[in-house]
């Protein structure tokens, strides 16, 4: 029987990390993606964060990795990397912020082209849309919906109250109901799985 992640990560830290990546890379660069807009600085965002991960859990008691709570911990290093490379940007005037979306995810299960298609496009609204949120909504929509995080772990990630999180998303999420953008995707599939996401808590 497998050892659950933490525990390997206690007991043998070399197979823990590399199974930490395995389970844990595709959120990391789904989120990091959706938060700059380039799957080049996705890559690379992400890179520096499982540097810093395994840096840091090198330094980590044994009983402190088995106490981590994975996704939300690799995710709270991702935000500070991407945050630490937006001050970067801003001491270096007239690097391009476009957003790139030529960085389709395909699956090996992956409907067809037309289909891909039209996700592509959806896709490429959707992180337009994120890309003009101000980072202190657009971090925290990214981290519900594509992080997955609970709210008591964004509040953990974000170093606020849960109160303050659920505030900060549903302002992030009213101004993107409100972006024109993404008026063709809510006419197709309508308001009601982001209310079921956001009542679910």
């Avoid at 959120?27 to 799957?39: D, E, H, N, T």
Wanted: aromatic share 4%; with cysteine; charged share 25%.
């Amino acid at each position: 029987m497998a050892l659950p992640l933490t525990e390997l990560l206690a007991t043998d830290l070399d197979d823990g990390f590399t199974e930490l990546v395995r389970t844990q890379a595709g959120a990391v660069r789904s989120v990091l993606l959706r938060l700059s807009g380039s799957a080049r600085e996705a890559d690379d965002l992400g890179q520096e964060t499982f540097l810093r991960a395994y840096s840091a859990l090198r330094e980590y008691s044994a009983e402190r990795r088995r106490q981590l709570q994975p996704r939300a911990w690799l995710l709270t290093i991702a935000a500070n990397v991407w945050r630490n490379h937006l001050r970067t940007l801003s001491r270096r005037p007239g690097v391009a912020d476009g957003v790139e979306v030529t960085c389709a995810e395909t699956l090996d299960d992956a409907p067809g082209p037309e289909q891909r298609a039209l996700d592509g496009a959806r896709r490429a609204r959707l992180v337009t849309a994120l890309s003009g949120l101000p980072d202190h909504h657009r971090l925290p929509v990214v981290l519900r919906y594509i992080g997955e995080l609970t709210y008591q772990e964004m509040a953990a990630v974000l170093d606020c109250p849960v109160g303050t999180v659920k505030a900060q998303v549903s302002r992030g999420l009213a101004t993107l109901r409100a972006e024109p953008v993404l008026a063709a995707d809510r006419t197709r599939h309508g308001p009601a799985r982001e209310k079921r996401k956001e009542a679910a808590g």
